[in-house]
Nanobody
Framework: QVQLVESGGGLVQPGGSLRLSCSASGFTFSWYAMSWYRQAPGKERELVADIENTGRITSYGDSVKGRFSISRDNAKNTVYLQMNSLKSEDTAVYYC????????WGQGTQVTVSS
């Protein structure tokens, strides 16, 4: 069965960096586009970034453009989210996803940006 397991979240000061990882199993990882979403308390789940199956094409939500970078290693069945210049408004649970809103989700990893 499809499994997505996120890691790398934590507490970071404003302006800091974190790298999230999502380890995938149960499917042929290199065949599928992958995404990162996030959900802050009291807000709807928001698409953060997408990456197509080869890793050559990426897209980002307006709020993270120029600060976040999505990448993948198909040999390791892992997708990454490098987050730089973090702001308090980036505080959220971050989810790895395959297949969009009606697709598969990881359990999420908490990112808290606070001084």
């Amino acid at each position: 069965q499809v499994q997505l397991v996120e890691s790398g979240g934590g507490l970071v000061q404003p302006g800091g960096s974190l790298r999230l990882s999502c380890s995938a199993s149960g499917f042929t990882f290199s065949w599928y586009a992958m995404s990162w979403y996030r959900q802050a308390p009291g807000k709807e789940r928001e698409l953060v970034a997408d990456i197509e199956n080869t890793g050559r094409i990426t897209s980002y939500g307006d709020s993270v453009k120029g600060r976040f970078s999505i990448s993948r290693d198909n040999a390791k069945n892992t997708v990454y989210l490098q987050m730089n210049s973090l702001k308090s408004e980036d505080t959220a649970v971050y989810y790895c996803n395959r297949g969009g809103i009606n697709g598969y989700w990881g359990q999420g990893t908490q990112v808290t940006v606070s001084s």
